[in-house]
């Protein structure tokens, strides 16, 4: 059995814990209604050009990894003589 001072501990904790819920969400709810308010101003057909920027960086970076790669390759010497070539003569 609870005494009567525990069960007030208990309502002051929960109130304590309550409220402080209270002002986190309060603090959020404004940063979301400041946000939302400053999304509405721009414009749709800048929100339709965000995954053309996106897919650009993307492609960007990934071509950049990759040139590298090709410029590397294999030498051969060369060859100064002169290729001596069969031909037939025809009567």
Known sequence: MKSA???H????VNHRIYASYQTDFSKLTTIYTYIMKKLTNVSPFIWLLVPVFMML????T???STT???TA???SETNTTI???PYA???
């Open 89 to 91: 003569t025809l009567k």
């Open 9 to 12: 501990l208990d309502t002051l």
């Open 68 to 70: 590298d790669d090709h």
């Open 62 to 64: 990934s071509n950049v």
């Open 73 to 75: 390759g294999i030498k």
């Open 83 to 85: 290729a001596k070539i």
């Open 5 to 7: 001072s525990v069960q």
């Open 57 to 60: 960086i993307l492609t960007v």
